[in-house]
């Protein structure tokens, strides 16, 4: 009440004014006598504390909102009378709530993937630490170069992709739209990948027009390139022979392919590839998968505005496309 009445003092202060002046005015034409002037003003009186009433009534599940601690925020899911504004205020609270809620959920899916993701990722980086611990014991005094070069190979695209994913929440503040030289770009992450080609038998091939330039983030293209040509090498090894990376360019945009000769993805996998932690059969087989590069490959060209499709069949390879505004 004491809040009812706090938010109505204008209303009963402007009354009394108002009764006042009128009273004086007409007392002073000589029109009404003194108890007259008592009977109007009991009269309007009693007429605004009726409306006060009606106004309290209509409101007050709104002051009683006002008035009471808010504990959770089912409390403020209720229904606030059928007055005009008891209806507007509810719907205002049931949108925020609604808000809150959706923002609840999104944070809550982000949060349980960086744990899935670090779980797998912490995972991931002990096999190759056993195996350089192990290979270190059984070749005392010996370096077993080429085991620990491979392995600590892993470990850093494995830390790599942690890194790439853990700035993904900030992306806005960690990217840099810039002209880049596509040809120049491919032929860099080609030659950083060079022994994992020679490696596993591959021949990298690029058909790409070195006049061909892109706007985008150099860092964040570099990774996208990365996770790509790793994945076209890893599920070549031992069947396909040629890894082809070429580019075309129209009036609306650019067309970077990678396309593999490798084991391919079969037909109920290939339209879940972009989701988190999907492994699909191949990242069973191979064992070495987290399911996450495809993901951040996608959560980064949505951010950088550049479309990727994957088209693919089982035994006969798989073509990769991102699509540049031109």
Known sequence: MKLFLKDNKGYIIIYFISLLITLIYINLLGSLNVMESFYISIVNTFILITF??????????????????????????????????????????????????????????????????????????????????????????????????????????????????????????????????????????????????????IKPVVEIDKNIKIYSDFKWLKFILEQLIINGIKYSRDVGKELIIKAEENFEYIKLTIIDQGIGISKKDVRRVFDAFFTGENGRKFGESTGMGLYIVKKVCDNLGHSISIESNLGFGTIVTVKFKN
């Open 52 to 201: 006060l009433c009606f106004r309290y009534y209509k409101h007050r599940k709104i002051y009683t909102l006002l008035n009471k601690k808010i504990n959770n925020l089912n409390q403020l899911v209720i229904s606030l009378g059928n007055s005009v504004l008891g209806k507007a205020i509810s719907d205002i609270l049931k949108q925020m709530n609604n808000l809150y809620s959706i923002n609840m959920i999104d944070k809550n899916k982000k949060h349980q993937e960086h744990l899935m993701f670090i779980n797998q990722w912490i995972h991931q980086m002990k096999t190759p630490l056993s195996i350089i611990q192990l290979k270190m014991q059984e070749d005392e005094g010996e370096r077993p170069l080429e085991e620990i070069r491979e392995d600590v190979y892993k470990l850093n695209k494995g830390l790599n992709m942690a890194m790439y994913f853990a700035r993904l929440d900030s992306f806005e503040k960690d990217f840099v739209i810039e002209k880049i030289s596509l040809y120049d770009l491919v032929i860099s992450k080609v030659n950083e990948e060079k022994t994992m080609f020679i490696k596993n038998k």
